[in-house]
Antibody, heavy 119, light 107 residues
Framework: QLQLQESGPGLVRPSETLSLTCSVSGGTVRTTSDFWGWIRQAPGKGLEWLANIHVSGSPDYNESLVGRLTISIDPSKDQFSLEVTSVTAADTAIYYC???????????WGQGTQVTVSS | EAVMTQSPANLSLSPGERATLSCRASQDIKSNLAWYQQRPGQAPRLLLYGASTRAAGFPARFSGSGSGTEFTLTISSLQSEDAAVYYCQQYNIWPQKFGQGTKVEIK
């Protein structure tokens, strides 16, 4: 059974760069049909898609955050990562790593990692 | 981009009652719609895809219908474990977009 697990710093200071990693088990990121992505949820809010990437390396980004996001994939480790630069309090959220099945619906979701931006 | 609008924002019903949740797309998305269930303190979980295909692990009391711009999620007989926020998501038009969610409360 495919499982995704996020890892991250928990607390990030304003203006710094947030780095998150997702480890995939029970499957591989090398599947050519799927995409791998990040979705976040601010406190008490809805779901915001951030970015995705295919094993071929072609990334897509939320247009409202372009320039601040970098997604990458490491097939040798079955991991993919997200960097968010110049973070502010508005980036405080639970960050989920996900598989986008054939680039469509999302399944499964990681359990999520809480990121708080605070000095 | 396709904007997704869900209604109502909140729904409070008794066990055994029928819940009807709506999701409207600002453009034709064919049947490229998914629904997710997010229980309190948990990650979202895929419930339906292709507007009406149930994901593994969900009982038959959950059903979906619609195509184009109007979609419905129906829970035929509410159980206590169905208390959650339900989100729709379109994946027909880039970028994929989620609705704002409907919170279902069990009285």
């Amino acid at each position: 059974q495919l499982q995704l697990q996020e890892s991250g710093p928990g607390l990030v200071r304003p203006s710094e760069t947030l780095s998150l990693t997702c480890s995939v088990s029970g499957g591989t990121v090398r599947t050519t049909s799927d995409f791998w992505g990040w979705i976040r949820q601010a406190p008490g809010k809805g779901l915001e898609w951030l970015a995705n990437i295919h094993v071929s390396g072609s990334p897509d980004y939320n247009e409202s955050l372009v320039g601040r996001l970098t997604i990458s994939i490491d097939p040798s480790k079955d991991q993919f990562s997200l960097e968010v630069t110049s973070v502010t309090a508005a980036d405080t959220a639970i960050y989920y790593c996900v598989r986008e099945v054939e680039g469509n619906w999302v399944d499964p979701w990681g359990q999520g990692t809480q990121v708080t931006v605070s000095s | 981009e396709a904007v997704m609008t869900q209604s109502p924002a909140n729904l409070s019903l008794s066990p055994g009652e029928r819940a009807t949740l709506s999701c409207r797309a600002s453009q034709d998305i064919k049947s490229n719609l998914a629904w997710y269930q997010q229980r309190p303190g948990q990650a979202p979980r895929l419930l339906l895809y292709g507007a009406s295909t149930r994901a593994a692990g969900f009982p038959a009391r959950f059903s979906g219908s619609g195509s184009g711009t109007e979609f419905t999620l129906t829970i035929s007989s509410l159980q206590s474990e169905d208390a959650a926020v339900y989100y729709c998501q379109q994946y027909n038009i880039w970028p994929q977009k989620f609705g704002q969610g409907t919170k279902v409360e069990i009285k």
